[in-house]
């Protein structure tokens, strides 16, 4: 068995914390989706639906957070999986974006911003990024337990795994 070692870096800021968290998200998404275009007719909707809500969650907080997306008018939409795809890159390369601009100091303060039914809200930006980087390995969880037994073999997104891959 092979050991890794990360080395502990004590001067690492938010912003390089966040951007490997959704460097794993996009890298993870990416696995998912090889996953699902190999299953082809097989793909459960059930599957794909919490892909596309995973992807239109990041959208909406882009929305939120930047002027450079629409919010959408809802979290459950009903995108092929080309499409989810497709939709998916945009919304990582403007998320990386917003990470790599956003001053140090920023994540540390309050974001005030309206429910999708208009409450209004505040949050840490940094609890922000948190959140997205957790929702996405929930559901990418759950689709794991509806592919695996479909898959030759399990379907592996965790971030461990991910370090191991890049290291």
């Given at each position: 068995?092979?050991?890794?070692?990360?080395?502990?870096?004590?001067?690492?800021?938010?912003?390089?914390?966040?951007?490997?968290?959704?460097?794993?998200?996009?890298?993870?998404?990416?696995?998912?989706?090889?996953?699902?275009?190999?299953?082809?007719?097989?793909?459960?909707?059930?599957?794909?639906?919490?892909?596309?809500?995973?992807i239109i969650c990041?959208?909406?907080?882009?929305?939120?957070?930047?002027?450079?997306?629409?919010?959408?008018?809802?979290?459950?939409?009903?995108?092929?999986?080309?499409?989810?795809?497709?939709n998916a890159k945009?919304?990582?390369?403007?998320?990386?974006?917003?990470i790599e601009e956003?001053?140090?100091?920023?994540?540390?303060?309050?974001?005030?911003?309206?429910?999708?039914?208009?409450?209004?809200?505040?949050?840490?930006?940094?609890?922000?990024?948190?959140?997205?980087?957790?929702?996405?390995?929930?559901?990418?969880?759950?689709?794991?337990?509806?592919?695996?037994?479909?898959?030759?073999?399990?379907?592996?997104?965790?971030?461990?795994?991910?370090?191991?891959?890049?290291?």
């Amino acid at each position: 068995m092979t050991e890794h070692h990360a080395a502990l870096d004590i001067t690492a800021t938010f912003r390089a914390y966040f951007s490997r968290i959704f460097e794993h998200d996009r890298w993870a998404n990416g696995v998912v989706f090889d996953s699902m275009t190999n299953l082809g007719e097989a793909l459960p909707q059930k599957s794909l639906d919490r892909l596309s809500h995973l992807i239109i969650c990041q959208q909406l907080w882009l929305s939120r957070l930047t002027d450079n997306f629409e919010k959408p008018d809802t979290l459950f939409p009903k995108w092929p999986l080309d499409e989810t795809k497709q939709n998916a890159k945009p919304i990582f390369a403007g998320m990386k974006r917003f990470i790599e601009e956003l001053p140090e100091d920023d994540f540390h303060l309050p974001f005030a911003f309206s429910t999708m039914d208009g409450q209004p809200y505040t949050l840490l930006r940094r609890d922000i990024f948190t959140q997205l980087g957790q929702h996405g390995a929930y559901h990418r969880g759950q689709i794991a337990m509806e592919l695996n037994p479909l898959l030759d073999e399990c379907l592996t997104t965790d971030y461990v795994y991910y370090t191991w891959m890049k290291a």
